[in-house]
């Protein structure tokens, strides 16, 4: 057989897809590379993304915002202090971006106006926090990124 320059532009496509193709398998099969979504129903979040605005902007014009700290108990939350504490509703969500299996939420149910969340349940690094909260019918958003 002759070896003519066809010959080599056959060879060097064939080793290209086989380079691309062996790229591509071990991408999707190799655990090392396994990288979740932020959220899994991602298209249904942004079509709320509005909504959020909103009620950040809610957040933002309060006298008093949402503030938090971080105590030897664990992670304290601080409603505004001329609220009724028992009418806030809503949830603390608490998204780790490094591990999704520490994500969790709570449900805000208060009778002071602070929530704690324990130290048991933080572990040190950084999370995302994020309440989403009512108060006669009116809806806030708080988010901020912290290091616990």
Known sequence: MKFNWGTGIVIAFVGF?????????????NKKYDHDLVTEDYYKMELGYQDDINKQKNANSLEENISYSKT???LLIKFPQNFD???IT???SLYRP??????????????????????KRLLDGRWDISIDWQYNGNSYLY?????Y
Do not use: A, C, H, R
């Open 17 to 29: 897809i086989s380079f691309i193709m062996y790229f591509v398998i071990s991408m999707n099969f």
């Open 72 to 74: 030897s108990e664990g």
């Open 85 to 87: 504490s028992k009418k």
């Open 90 to 92: 809503g949830k603390v």
């Open 98 to 119: 490094s591990n999704k299996q520490l994500d969790f939420e709570t449900p805000i149910s208060l009778s002071e106006p602070y929530l704690l969340v324990p130290d």
């Open 143 to 147: 988010k901020k990124s912290l290091v």
